[in-house]
């Protein structure tokens, strides 16, 4: 009889310890799959919509905040539509009203600017030229790059107009002031990280570490809104974008991949806007480096790298060929003969006719026993880029020059320590649709940007020209000339221009890209 | 009565002997025991016990039908020989499962050491020349499988690039262990404060985020493979630090640790000639498992220009630079990738067959 | 006086698990330590080797062979006592080999950490030893592995480990407990024939009350952490003078001709 009882007990016992496991795996699998799904709520409803982008909103692309006079923090407020600028740019890049209704120089330092009488803040309150003052002389005290864009001394306000005084003259102002840095925001209200108060389309609701919630405005001046919520996810994985896309987490991206753009195209689900951006994905030559100095060894380079075949096959068409620093829909781009010719042939002998040869037989030249060798450095961050160099690699390696890549994310270092032979990385070369802005961080040798040191005395005198040059014609033609010598000189090498796109589902509609890349959210913007 | 079969020649003759000597020697030498013991008469009487239980054993052994019959048990004789029982005791010599699977698991390594090292020469393509015409082909009879974004045979590159992965992570996999398991060894067996430092110190490496390390670590050194490697090698000994100092803690207190301090053998001697290779197993697979683990580890620290560099076909890093393309171009991908389940596996079966080796329970049954 | 214990005191992590102990073995004599389990027979044993656990220590008394006090000795002197001049039997012989190695090359590290390192002349003295206690096969033994043993010859195979070097004392922590009946003799007698053969002192510690009495001259009884009752063997078991040793030889199992088949006899009493 104990037996037996002693059997039942170990029985039960067995029993109940299964029935808790088995009960625990369940609950934790519940757990699981609810928790995953509770990530993708963007089953939207009927007047909402998400957004999701690899660049805005990014702590590492120093925007995450609505604060236009902090860094570039305007790109957020402009491109999440919650803030407007002066002027803003259309399509061939020429700026055209917005806030403003006009602009004039009286002289060479003297601008007046008018408001247009019915814009308001989304709180209501009316933009006259007071707080439009006032919006800008902040911009001037707090920012780190406007001031010397813009140049500005003192700003005057009366009624609808502001007068504006230049230390010097600066053509340039009506783009600078586009940048979104120069967005109009509400002094009286809070503007900060984590809301400001604008004149666009929609106002934010909440932010969170890598989302925000905007609403609709209900005030706004110029029209109706037409979608009620959005939500706006920032997602730095291009392929975690691309997969949140394809399972409907998100209704449109900013920022697909390139190497995804195939799984959109020719789909039906699924339309795209694109256009050639002026990021351009360039090369710079380190003139601090003997074997950069050898004007044919520059030139060798840029005559065995071609950009047809780099965009055509590498990015498998999805970019821009490059010939200077700026696409061909702007009318100061460069002249394509002004580059050197793909001719790797050429190229080789060029090197030959410098002195170089292979007299140890290992495939690559040398010249008083030492190797050509050079080191590449770049980024991983920009998919075209690491493709770039390893196209680079095997293509100046059939001429003859051993090329050693180092692609790291630690890269500024290594500029700083002038530990590069070529640095290759992208930038916005005309972010204002003005050539000047590129030439100056570029081409001078106390520029900021200008990794490799490049100096011409020519292109220094030009580019002072420039600054004083008001005719827009004329300083098309200075940009070009500019560039020409610049090309000449082989001081750089263009391989390609990003080609941005806006991905969407067929729900959406009126989410265009635009060349500028500030414009995304706007009042254009329909769900189903 | 149910017997086992006897299934080894062993047993069979072991009985065969018992019965022709047990006539003979049951009744001799129990008198003469009996005879030694009448020192006293409780000496007697305990002998008596003895026998007294020994029949009650072999009424038990009967019905349960042991191996033994009683007849056998009957001929164990106190205080005398029994060489007939233990005549068979001794090594079994040949060729077991174990050691079959071993040697075939050798072989297999060896073939894959051979490809991995010699393979580059007799590669199809070369691995290196880029044939932009013929980017992101599909496998097919030119390209078994397939070719890369820059027209590069898969398959060569593949075979090319094992040199670079699978010594590099068998590098850090071996440093790690010996030296993360050296330091546990010493921590279990001493103690005190030195395993307290010690361990603490692990302690702060496993609580700082690898990535925050190896950043520092990319600071320092340049890039590279060995860099990542090294990188690599300090975040992940604390592991089988902790490995070993539990399995030395556990098998510290055995009878045949203290057996060893009584024969008079110094620590170290007894930590390294018989707790080691008694602990050695786990510490085999776990490090076989991690083979598979830095491969990819190492390819995740490529960001911060640690890793193999362009145009070096390591795995992993082809793994990861195609990460993007598994939609459209899975093969880029999945070349790289079955080789490196391929070697994981290989090093996976001869870590088994030799933990089965160490085991000599194992080995030769 | 080969070996003497006096007042020793030894406490697990404050708790004293023996009090005030005095024992003393001369050359050649086999002493007997009879208690029940917890009684602190082993941690006696393991106290005069120095093989208690981290948590035991040794509060005060001394443990003196050959006048030289091993409490708070250097661990060389200790190495150099043990195996040489000590030598150990535990309890489970399946578990005082490394199961992974054979057992001549444990027998030749075990011999090489005294310093000899001739594996043929260690080989030659070993066999001896084996010849000498009854046990055949040595070479096949020592080409085993510590599993292929049945638990009587592991055992027997220790006690000629533990006294190759000759060592003059040899502390038995019960060495039969774990073995079957039918092999405890075997072992017990060749126990004595250590004695006779190679003259060496045998510590033999126990719960079995019977066996000792049997081989030992002198025996102590132990009780909680001290010692009740000492003298000759046969002196004690005839005339106990302790309340506990009454108990104690009171519980074990008497012989009388009509044992009945079915039990195994656990349950009687009276001592003849």
Known sequence: MGAKRGEHIVRVRTKTIGIIFVAAIAVLLLVLVGCASSGSNARSSANSFTYGTTSTWSTENEDHGFNPHNTYCGWTTVRLGVGETLFKFDDDMQIQPWIAQDYTFTDDTTAVITIKDNVCFSNGKKVDGQAVKECLDDLVANHDRAPSDLKIQSIDADGQQVTIHLAEPNPALMYYLSDPYGTIVDMDSECDEHTCVGTGPYVVQSTSGDTVELAKNENYWDGDVHVDHITVRNISDGDT????????????????????????????????????????????????????????????????????????????????????????????????????????????????????????????LDKDGQTLEITWLTYPSRQELPQLAEYAQSKLKDVGIKVDVNNTADHRNFVRSDDFDVYASAIVSAPQGDPQYYFTTQYLDSSSYDAGHYSNPQVTADIETLSTTFDTQERSDLARQIQQEVLADNGYYYASFLQMAIVSNNRVSGLEAHPCDYYELTADLRVN | MSR??????????????????????????????????????????????????????????????????????????????????????GPVYGMTKTKRHFIVASVLVIIFLLVVIFGGALVPYNPYAQDLMNARQAPSAAHLLGTDQFGRDLLSRVIEGGKFTVFASLILVAFITLFGGLLGAICGWRGGWLDTLIMRISDVFLAFPGMVFAIAVAGVLTGGLMSAVIALACISWPKYARLVRGLVLSTKNMAYVDAARMSGKKGITILMCDIMPNIAGPIIVTAAIDIGHMIIEIAGLSFLGLGAQVPTPEWGAMMSNGRSLIQLYPWIILAPGTACFIAVAVFNIFADACRDMFDPKIREA | MLFRIEHLCVSYSGIPALSDINLDIDQGEFVGLVGASGSGKSTLAKACVGLLSPSGRIDSGTIAFKDRNLVGAPASKMREVRGAHIGFVFQNP????????????????????????????????????????????????????????SGGMAQRVAIAFAIALRPELLIADEPTSALDVTVQAQVISELMTLRKDFGTSVLLISHNIGMVAYCCDRMCVMHDGRIVERGESRQVLAHPQDAYTKKLIAAVPSISASVPASSSGTSKKGVS
Do not use: W
Not at chain 1, 261 to 280: C, E, W
Not at chain 1, 319 to 332: I, K, M, N, Y
Not at chain 2, 46 to 73: C, I, M, P, V, W
């Open chain 2, 4 to 89: 086992k079969p006897a299934s080894s020649k062993r047993t069979t003759n072991r009985l065969a002997n018992r019965h022709t000597n047990r006539s003979s020697n049951r009744a001799a030498s129990r008198t003469s025991n009996r005879s030694a013991a009448r020192k006293s008469s409780y000496a007697q009487e305990y002998q008596e016990l003895n026998f007294r239980q020994q029949e009650y054993q072999h009424a038990e052994y009967k019905q349960s039908g042991s191996l033994l019959t009683t007849d056998d048990l009957s001929s164990l004789h106190v205080g005398g020989r029994d060489s007939e029982q233990d005549k068979q005791v």
């Open chain 1, 241 to 364: 974008l691309t997969m949140a896309l394809q399972n409907g987490d998100i209704d449109a991206a900013y920022g697909i991949p390139y190497l995804d753009r195939a799984l959109f195209d020719n789909n039906s689900g699924y339309h795209i806007s694109q256009t050639a951006t002026s990021r351009v994905f360039e090369c710079a030559f380190n003139y601090h480096h003997s074997v950069m100095q050898d004007q044919n060894v520059r030139r060798a380079i840029c005559m065995s790298l071609s950009s047809e075949e780099f965009v055509d096959i590498l990015l498998d068409g999805y970019g821009e060929t490059a010939v200077g620093p700026f696409p061909d829909t702007f009318s100061f781009a460069a002249d394509p003969s002004d580059a050197a010719p793909y001719d790797p042939d050429g190229a080789r002998q060029l090197l030959e006719q410098d002195g170089y040869t292979d007299s140890d037989g290992d495939g690559y």
């Open chain 3, 94 to 149: 399946g578990t005082s080999f490394s199961p992974i190695r054979r057992l001549d090359v444990q027998y030749n590290e075990a011999m090489a950490a005294h310093g000899k390192t001739d594996t043929k002349e260690n080989e030659r003295l070993l066999l001896d030893t084996f010849a000498k206690l009854g046990l055949s096969g040595g070479k096949r033994i020592l080409q085993s592995y510590p599993f292929e043993l």
